[in-house]
């Protein structure tokens, strides 16, 4: 699975196995802090700089491979159109 997150967002390519965090179940304060981390603490940091790259990839529409979809709108945007400007993401 990849992931990334970001101030605005949390985005993950591909859904994790259905017992993926089993080893969480029950768990509270120390100890599931500690069983979270030794799920995710393999994880690839992505740049902030790169995260247009990556979020391509964790966004993109299924229905349409040219485009993303918007997390809060769930509109399909063409990737070529990021951006910050009037009607881009």
């Known amino acids: 699975m990849f992931c ?3 101030l605005s967002a949390f985005a993950c390519l591909g859904a994790e196995p259905a017992s993926y965090y089993n ?3 029950g ?3 120390t100890a599931l802090r500690t069983a979270l981390h030794q799920r995710i603490r393999a994880h690839t940091v992505i740049p902030y700089g790169s995260a247009d790259d990556a979020l391509k990839v964790t966004d993109e ?3 349409n491979s040219s485009n993303v979809i918007l997390i ?3 509109l399909s945007r063409a990737k070529s159109s990021f ?3 009037n ?3």
């Open 4 to 6: 990334l997150i970001t």
């Open 23 to 25: 080893s969480t179940i």
């Open 27 to 29: 768990l509270s304060g």
């Open 61 to 63: 529409d299924p229905a």
């Open 72 to 74: 809060y709108s769930r």
């Open 83 to 85: 951006g910050g400007n």
């Open 87 to 89: 009607g881009q993401w």
